[in-house]
């Protein structure tokens, strides 16, 4: 090995310190003790690659180059706003809803100081939930309203409140929990109902078969808390298959003296005539028909932030409520607040204009195809009869039909790859050979950003 000092590619490395003057950047944005380890680390593997053999030592450009790599694949930071072309409007990858401008105006506000619980009139001591239950109760057609953190969690809190899951409270009311077996599913993102039921104390009895269960399939006893109904949100069972409706089983609770639970899923609140909702649940609408607490999501087709919400009879509403799991995954003031600005929009009835997830679910296929052409013409692609998804653990297996663009290129999931690689990055799809973008999903302020990026990628 040549002595120390002699001229060899290793005696070529630069010393860390001048690599830390020269990383002015990487500094600034990640302080000095974690930037020189990170030049450190650098010069070390570019060191071992020299002894490995490698003729030609780095420049000082590259190892603040790798450094930099380095640390942003240990600090990713984010999450980043990415720009959604792929279609699926409820995109879990991509954070679900995205809010209102009224919803960010409202988490803006609440992101200091704010009377969460603090009652401004009085001066004494409020709650949480005051800002939030009585909008829930409109808006939900409920005796009572409470949210938490999301929906897994409204699901776990209501069957331990009302199984008597807590050790205190066992014995009657049963801790068993009727539920069919073809609801027994995954629900995306590892919500397994089964683990669910099990983390909540309730005893799980499985009725019925994976495709057909009826009414009379719920036997009750003495030892039934309640019944339990999940909308299989995610998937469809087609051809030979029954599950009994709201109101049968509404019925055979009733009889029972046990409460009907159940899951909607999607936070829809109100039944509606769109043909792609066909058999999608309503708050609203299983309340009317008998169940005695929903459970849903609110950042679904309610379109507001990570929440789950617990609405109905209130005395189970106040069960849940009071059950100290439910201090254990409140919801904190930027999503009370996000959630009251989307539940106002969907009084006024403005959702349409003003909760992003309708007005993308229900934009005017006219303005659609205006700016699917704008795209196509900005980025050489061509406009075809397509759809886009709910996406989401909503409406499964829907499609709404519309105009999407799509982009033939020699290598699209490269060009797809690039596109995410970019400031801001962009979600396109990849199929049948060629890249797609679908305006439905994107906001129109960022059409053209989106055609020049694309543009871009597809003729580099
Ligand atoms: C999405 C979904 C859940 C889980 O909701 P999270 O808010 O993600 O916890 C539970 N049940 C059903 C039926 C769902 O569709």
Known sequence: MPARGQDTPLSGLPRVDDLVAAAGRLVERHGRPAATEAL????????????????????????????????????????RRVLNAAGVVVHTNLGRAPLSAAAREAVWQAAGYCDLELDLVGGGRGSRSAHLSPLLEEACGAESGFAVNNAAAALVLALAALTGGDEERAGPP???????????????????????????????VEVGTTNRTRARDYVTGGSTALILKVHPANYTITGYAAAPSVAELAEVARGAGVPLVHDTGSGLLDDAPDPWLAGEPSVRGSLCAGADLVVCSGDKLLGGPQAGLLVGRADLVDACRHHPLARAVRLDKLRIAALVATLEAHLRHAADTEVPVWAMLRADPAALALRADALARGVGGRVVDGASLPGGGSAPGSRLPGPVVRVDVAAPGEAAAALRAGDPPIVARVDDGALWLDPRTVDAADDAVLADRVAAVVSA
């Open 174 to 204: 049963g801790r068993e929990v009727l539920v069919s077996r073809g609801e027994l599913v995954e629900i995306g993102g590892s919500f397994r109902l089964p683990e669910i039921m099990a983390a909540s104390g309730a005893r799980l």
């Open 40 to 79: 450190r680390r650098a010069v070390g593997d570019a060191r071992r690659r020299l002894l490995d053999g490698d003729t030609r030592a780095p420049s000082v450009g590259d190892l603040v180059a790798a450094a930099g790599r380095d640390l942003a694949a240990r600090r990713p930071g984010g999450p």
